[in-house]
């Protein structure tokens, strides 16, 4: 009986411990580290540290605080939507100077300091932050001042060798098979050009160029202003546009390309050489007046093109599988900036930007 009596009690113990068990499993898996407690005591410290500690403990990273310095240009752009524009999470994007202290990177544009750095932070700098110069504009466009020395941690730029690159337009893979329609067309050649500078390599081919095919020119030289809101369907409306650089630069490849290419026209570029341009696009996406020996040459292969529908639509064979994306300015560099910031925690500076990007 006491034997009996035994084994009764010892299987109610292992049900007691079994039924225990499962409920420590059960609570377990249903436990969230994350919980609503747990968020609300964040909540105590300082609202915008709040929403840091939480984007923190949800990704397991440090949220990036970035601070632009200058509005580029003096134009101001929505700094928010890193996620959702960009699938790049754990962003604070702020252009508010009282944020410098805490600021993991500092966006520094260089048009505003090229003639006067006494407008760089006076505070002492954080040892943790970075300064990244940034500069969209060709080295001949770009004032150059020693001064810049040995301030930088990093580069955000154009070019392919820059520690954060980000180049006017992106060639992106399309969704599915593109079915390219072209827009109605009622001009061969067209140029819209605001800086004319008779000195300008650019400007030396027109002039020659336009002896030989008819070229409808806008801008200010030609007195024919055309409106932002026309500016797109006036490119759109032509066979061929002359996407001539303001000079001549490795990897300077600007809007002037890919504002054709987006709107279904051929550019005829006058920039880098060809294999510069083919490191972005292939090459039967456009024309380059290096590949022929003279403007009048190029007049000509404009003018066979024009009679030969055939040969003409050749040149979107890309759109098929491919599409362009504009970069949209100041808010993309800060969103590309944050991500690399996140990817690259080691220390970095810079001694020779200089020499880097104008050459000694």
Not at 44 to 57: D, M
Not at 115 to 124: E, Q
């Amino acid at each position: 009986m006491q034997s009996e009596t035994a084994h009764r009690m010892l299987r109610h113990a292992l049900l007691a411990t079994f039924v225990l068990g499962c409920f420590v499993c059960l609570f377990l898996s249903r436990y969230n580290p994350l919980s609503s407690r747990d968020v609300g005591a964040a909540n105590l410290a300082e609202p915008a540290e709040a929403v840091k500690i939480f984007l923190s403990n949800k990704s397991n990273e440090k949220v990036i605080t970035l601070l632009l310095w200058f509005w580029p240009f003096g134009v101001r752009t929505n700094l928010s939507g890193c996620s959702s524009r960009f699938n790049i999470e754990g962003c604070s994007l702020t252009a508010d100077r009282n944020f410098y202290d805490e600021a993991d990177g500092v966006i520094i544009h260089h048009r505003d300091i090229s003639g006067d750095v006494s407008n760089l932070p006076k505070l002492r700098r954080p040892p943790f932050q970075k300064w990244i110069w940034m500069n969209m504009e060709s080295p001949t466009n770009s004032p150059r001042t020693p001064r810049i020395e040995n301030l930088f941690n990093l580069t955000l730029n154009y070019r392919q060798d820059s520690n954060i690159v980000l180049p006017y337009g992106l060639i992106e893979a399309a969704d599915g098979k593109e079915d390219f329609v072209l827009p109605s067309k009622s001009k061969l050649v067209c140029w819209i050009v605001s800086n004319w500078n008779s000195d300008h390599v650019r400007v030396k081919y027109y002039n020659e160029l336009h002896k030989h095919v008819q070229i409808h020119a806008y801008g200010r030289a030609f007195k024919a202003y055309v409106s932002k809101n026309d500016f797109l369907s006036t490119i759109a409306s032509c066979k061929f546009y002359l996407s001539f650089e303001n000079s001549i630069h490795k990897d300077y490849i600007s809007e002037k390309f890919y504002n054709p290419l987006s709107m279904g026209t051929v550019p005829v570029v006058l920039g880098p050489p060809r294999q510069n341009y083919e490191n972005f696009i292939q090459g039967d996406a456009f024309i380059h007046v290096d590949d022929f020996s003279s403007p009048k040459e190029l007049a000509d292969h404009l003018l066979l093109l024009n009679n030969s529908e055939e040969m003409y639509l050749r040149y979107f064979e890309w759109k098929r599988y491919f599409k362009v994306r504009m970069t949209i300015f100041t808010t993309e560099h800060a969103c590309v900036t944050c991500d690399y910031l996140h990817k690259h925690k080691e220390y970095k500076a810079l001694s020779n930007i200089g020499g880097w990007y104008w050459g000694d």
